[in-house]
């Protein structure tokens, strides 16, 4: 949540329920992709 909270705000803009919820779910798409995007390639060596 830390760092959600300060890449996005700490607050919700949307004022409806459901557009809250996909607000969030917006935001952790945008996390997740930004978390994969700088993760380093593995690969197995064996």
Known sequence: ???????????LTLRD??????????MMRALN???KAGMPESMRIA
Not at 1 to 11: C, I, T
């Open 33 to 35: 992709k930004m978390t």
């Open 17 to 26: 329920y459901d557009s809250q919820v996909a607000e969030a779910l917006a």
């Open 1 to 11: 949540m830390y760092r959600v909270k300060q890449l996005f705000g700490g607050a």
